[in-house]
């Protein structure tokens, strides 16, 4: 062995020093996972077979570390894996060890190291023999539990051969029992089926006297029923006689029945249920649905018409028409109900007609509607001179409402569609029609300046001053203004079942209500100014210059502020309508009662202004004591929680935000006496409009106490106002 | 891997002003002042012991007025400037002034915590800035790296660039410069870039950042709205010369490449209200600590644009020669930027953060009630960061 490599300092010592590492390798066997080198080959010959068997604990000690032999081989400091006289190699030759140890060292060392190796062979031999004892009992509790393991399996042995001859013995009982049973078995399955054979042909041969029984008591649907299941049976047995027989007088019976049916679905009279019932029988006999389908949609035609007629009878030139939502009233249950009906029971008859059938229902609705759709429109027509909105509002919804089941029932006749275009063309009418009332409105006023104007002047009494005028025509063209706007508005409530439509979402609000009546009305306001100015008085009218004057005001007055403002109100009232499409949201504690509780909730950040000149001075600490066990006592506020998508929540997070930028402004300044009686009296307004706006006013009113709280911290002098005083400006305001 | 619990010690005032004793490079230590309108100002200097997590303080009597900003000499443990407020007649003025502290509390003392406050000790007065002439001081910062001879100091509009002389007794102001432009400018906040032999000072007013050198004062570069609000302070990446992280009122924080003042580098929303505090880790600059009025602290880690954004691969000296592989690299092995840890210990705004300048490990952060609390990044990072 190299004392070179005795002496290294790596700490590989598996590799590099194998000597050191044999009592180590001991005791890693002993603990280790693989109590490897068993007992029985203790020594005999400890210079032979030592390095042997320290080979195999070692190469079980690298295989414990998780270093494969040839790493192990491959540090620099090891030494050479096939060299013959390492102890620890694969390689180990005891010969050549020994050779080389004889001619190497002088005799003092080999002597050391024979001591050396015989004092490490014992060592190892009694760490054997100690886990050889230490592991006894072990070994003994396991031979015990094997040999108890056996008895035990061999009783459990024994009762699973009770148990298979057991159940040999049931299979085979079983197996007698089906056998002797089989026989009747078969009888009574046999004598079952001949039964229900007998009862089948019993029902046969009772079967014609029963058709002319429910034909006679008009249970057609009933006779139907039977025909139908004993159709088959007869078919297929006709070549039998007495089979040909009874479907001979069945065919009788079932021609009498149809011809019957028929009476009663060209009677017509019974109404569209019983007619449908009629159909439907028939079609269960067989009679050709080609025909029959025609035949429907005849009789159905016939009875809307009727409809139509009464509505038109109602629109009629000579009587006094019914007004507008009484017609559509009328209208939507006569005609639109009974369009209804027929198609439902048209699909539901005739849904084996495929899309041929469905298209000659289209084409009948379509008929059908337009003239009913002619006739509304009439109606609608002689509306519109008139001047109330809402009426007509209510009676398009009306008309709008009750066309949208047969539009979801007749898809294809586009019922639906044609009817918002009917809404659609009348609100535009209206719109025009309001644009003319303004105009005329705003005609109306001049006419009565000029007349004003041009009074004879009674000696002693002023007439009516410019300004006075003006005002008047200005106030009454607004509240004209106002009043269309109002009435236009009803086309776009919310209970209004057509204001879900496009078109009055956008384009009639946008394009319809601002550019085309507000816009439009204003142009042709400055139109008729311009055509003032510019006609000089030819026809002898020549235009008076106070009217000039007072249009010149007018328009300059609409310039600089009326226009924006009716816009604004336009736009309010048609475009910006955030609180309407997004819904209130969730409101906590919200008591109407709050704006009053004035300075309640104030309490804690008033006492701790006024407390702390009288708490402070002996303690620098209490302001801080008294604020943070206000803060013990109040939730923290998450300022900046996320917001869901409904108005409170959105103003809320606005306002926590805006209310904690007030807060660290605050904190950056430094207020005087009177600063903070501002702030505060700032902080009492906000508490007493803010709380209607958020979700939890408590939110505010912590917000708010913290503001002050800060304002008095930050103030060298702090003197707060009186609560009664903050109150009184407060609600002054 | 267990990461210890944050520290937390309260002052019996407001506070807003932090700084770590930067002189001090064995123990942990910080410096808080206070700010109260009624009571004697002080300044807390706050010693950690790292080992058995315990907080020593002593304290300094502030006694001229409520602190808004400090900061402590780099080059002497005993040497601070704090800005403050003075008011007379119903005037509020913001000054400055170099103060020195006794000698026995430099490198902290072993007193128990209990008894200092009876016998509370003043500062050393070593000389004011004088402002009278310039307004209001913002904050006054002391040049990195140098002999603590060199302070720069924001009042309204002005730059004033001063020379202490005399052992600090005499602040001579060696040169100064102004902004001009419509309404009044204001800085808010400035740094002193490490870079460049320290030529360069950083400053921001309303939403603009400006760089300036300090030998000709004059601009050098100018970034103009770098936050949609104000701007409220700056830091210089300690390893990059040419980037710099702000944080504003629009919650955000920015990081610059000077170079190319139109777009910023990459930016961070990761608070909800304005951001009071951006810092530097000293010695692993992806770390950054931020801090802000929603009263959380929040530590990321922008390992992208950090000086190693591949983990710790090369040798100090070679790092040079790295710079030509970063952009093949990057492609190769994407690191993300990411937060470590949102910090919620703080109830009020917190107005100041800081790293220590002792351990690269400590940062120490100051809500307005009050409370320091320290914190320290979480130890699997440090690892991840170090191995």
Partial sequence: MAPGSASSPSPSFPASRPWAAVGTMAAAAAAGPSPGSGPGDSPEGPEGEAPERRRKAHGMLKLYYGLSEGEAAGRPAGPDPLDPTDLNGAHFDPEVYLDKLRRECPLAQLMDSETDMVRQIRALDSDMQTLVYENYNKFISATDTIRKMKNDFRKMEDEMDRLATNMAVITDFSARISATLQDRHERITKLAGVHALLRKLQFLFELPSRLTKCVELGAYGQAVRYQGRAQAVLQQYQHLPSFRAIQDDCQVITARLAQQLRQRFREGGSGAPEQAECVELLLA???????????????????????????????????????????????????????????????????????????????????????????????????????????????????????????????????????????????????????????????????????????????????????????????????????????????????????????????????????????GFIRSMCQTAQSFCDSPGEKGGATPPALLLLLSRLCLDYETATISYILTLTDEQFLVQVGLLYEE???????????????????????????????????????????????????????????????????????????????????????????????????????????????????????????????????????PMEPSVVEVICERG | MEDDAPVIYGLEFQARALTPQTAETDAIRFLVGTQSLKYDNQIHIIDFDDENNIINKNVLLHQVGEIWHISASPADRGVLATCYNRTSDSKVLTCAAVWRMPKELESGSHESPDDSSSTAQTLELLCHLDNTAHGNMACVVWEPMGDGKKIISLADNHILLWDLQESSSQAVLASSASLEGKGQLKFTSGRWSPHHNCTQVATANDTTLRGWDTRSMSQIYCIENAHGQLVRDLDFNPNKQYYLASCGDDCKVKFWDTRNVTEPVKTLEEHSHWVWNVRYNHSHDQLVLTGSSDSRVILSNMVSISSEPFGHLVDDDDISDQEDHRSEEKSKEPLQDNVIATYEEHEDSVYAVDWSSADPWLFASLSYDGRLVINRVPRALKYHILL
């Fill in chain 1, 285 to 519: 006999l067989g009679e050709p649905a080609e025909e029959l389908c025609e035949e429907f949609l005849a009789h159905a035609r016939g009875r809307l018409e009727k409809e139509l007629r009464s509505l038109e009878a109602e629109l009629g030139p000579s009587p006094p028409a019914p007004d507008v939502l009484e017609f559509t009233d009328r209208g939507g249950s006569g005609f639109v109900g009974g369009l209804c009906q027929v198609a439902a029971a048209y699909q539901e008859l005739f849904a084996a007609q495929g899309p041929a059938g469905a298209e000659k229902l289209a084409a009948f609705a379509r008929e059908l509607g337009s003239r009913y759709f002619a006739l509304v429109e009439r109606r609608l027509a002689q509306e519109q001179g008139g001047g109330d909105n809402s009426l007509l509002v209510r009676a398009l919804d009306r008309f709008h409402r009750r066309l949208r089941a047969p539009g979801a029932l007749l898809a294809a006749a586009g019922l639906a569609d044609a009817a918002t275009e009917i809404v659609e063309r009348v609100a535009r009418e209206r719109l025009g029609h309001h644009l003319q009332g303004l105009r005329a409105a705003f005609l109306g006023c001049l006419t009565d300046v000029r007349q004003a104007l041009a009074a004879p002047r009674v000696a002693g009494k002023e007439g009516p001053g410019l300004a006075e005028l003006l005002a008047n025509v200005a106030s009454s063209i607004l509240s004209h203004i106002k009043a269309s706007l109002a009435a236009v508005h009803l086309f776009t409530a919310k209970e209004v079942s057509f204001s879900n439509k496009p078109y009055f979402r956008g384009e009639f609000c946008s394009e319809g209500v601002r550019e085309g009546l507000i816009v």
């Fill in chain 1, 585 to 719: 949201g969730v409101r906590k504690a919200q008591s109407s009662d709050s704006s009053k509780r004035t300075f309640s909730v104030y309490s804690s950040s008033r006492q701790q202004g006024r407390y702390a000149p009288s708490y402070t001075p002996s303690a620098p600490m209490d302001t801080n004591l008294l604020s943070n066990i206000q803060k013990l006592f109040s939730e923290r506020i998450d300022v900046f929680s996320p917001v869901e998508f409904n108005k409170v929540s959105v103003l809320t997070g606005i306002i926590k935000i805006s209310l904690k930028t007030l807060l660290e402004c605050v904190r950056l300044r430094t207020f005087g006496r009177f600063g903070l009686q501002q702030v505060q009296v700032d902080c009492h307004f906000l508490q007493l409009y803010l709380w209607r706006f958020v979700a939890d006013e408590e939110l505010v009113h912590l917000l708010l106490d913290e503001v002050v709280a800060s304002a008095a911290l930050r103030c060298p002098d702090p003197v």
